[in-house]
């Protein structure tokens, strides 16, 4: 089955700076790739996704990388913000319609 | 704006007690997902239906936990009998079509504590 491994675990950043986090998954056949943000006692909130047939996408101060030859992709957050703070998912599915298989999550943190 | 809801909230049980968690999924939703997220780690999928149907349990443990979407709207998830570790945060997503992007979207969560 896909494993999706994501670092780092956690993440502090000064407010205004960048935050990158990566993400590797070992199935090939995984075409769909969301990214979700999960606040303190808050349910998981999608913030972006990309798809295999796109290398980058971006929303705002978020933008998604994906490399389907290397099998990772990365969120970047530009701008960090403190209600930026939060636990950051990554997964990965066979298609959008699939289970979702997580990583294990990056604890970000934005120091103002 | 719609939303996935959940009961309990929270929820203290002791072990070998039975327990069980209820989900709606927002309405139209056919896809019905029950996750388990320990604290610390990315929530792993233990059922997905497809209307009333199982599409894929084969990481819920069967010998103790059992679910149910009877028909093909609300979802049940029980345990019996809980163990100390099955605690943790169990999460309900339903997944929209086409029109929704297919985004999964996710309950508030049941907060499990076995003693």
């Known amino acids: 089955g896909e494993n999706v491994e994501q670092h780092p675990s956690t993440l502090s950043v000064q407010e205004g700076d960048s935050a990158v986090i990566k993400c590797t998954y070992s199935d090939s056949a995984s075409n769909y790739f969301p990214w979700y943000k999960q606040e303190l006692g808050k349910r998981p909130q999608l913030i972006i996704d990309?798809?295999?047939?796109?290398g980058e996408k971006k929303d705002q101060r978020i933008a998604v990388t994906l490399n389907k030859t290397a099998k990772h992709f990365s969120l970047h957050i530009t701008e960090t913000q403190p209600e930026d703070s939060a636990v950051y998912f990554c997964?990965?599915?066979?298609?959008?319609?699939?289970?979702?298989?997580f990583g294990t999550g990056t604890r970000l943190a934005v120091r103002p | 704006e719609a939303e996935v809801a959940q009961s309990p909230r929270y929820k203290i049980t002791e072990k070998s007690q039975a327990v069980a968690f209820w989900c709606d999924p927002i309405s139209g939703h056919a896809t019905l997902y029950w996750y388990r997220q320990i604290l610390g780690q990315g929530p792993e999928l233990l059922v997905q239906?497809?209307?009333?149907?199982?599409?894929?349990d084969s990481q819920l443990p069967k010998d103790r936990f059992s679910a149910e979407r009877l028909k093909g709207v609300d979802s049940t998830l029980k345990i019996q009998p809980a163990e100390l570790g099955d605690s943790a945060m169990y999460l309900c997503?339903?997944?929209?079509?086409?029109?929704?992007?297919?985004?999964?979207?996710f309950g508030p969560g049941t907060r499990l504590t076995v003693t």
């Open positions: 990309i798809r295999s047939n796109v």
């Open positions: 239906f497809q209307d009333e149907s199982v599409v894929d």
């Open positions: 997964a990965a599915s066979i298609s959008s319609g699939d289970k979702l298989t």
């Open positions: 997503a339903s997944r929209g079509d086409r029109s929704s992007n297919y985004e999964q979207y």
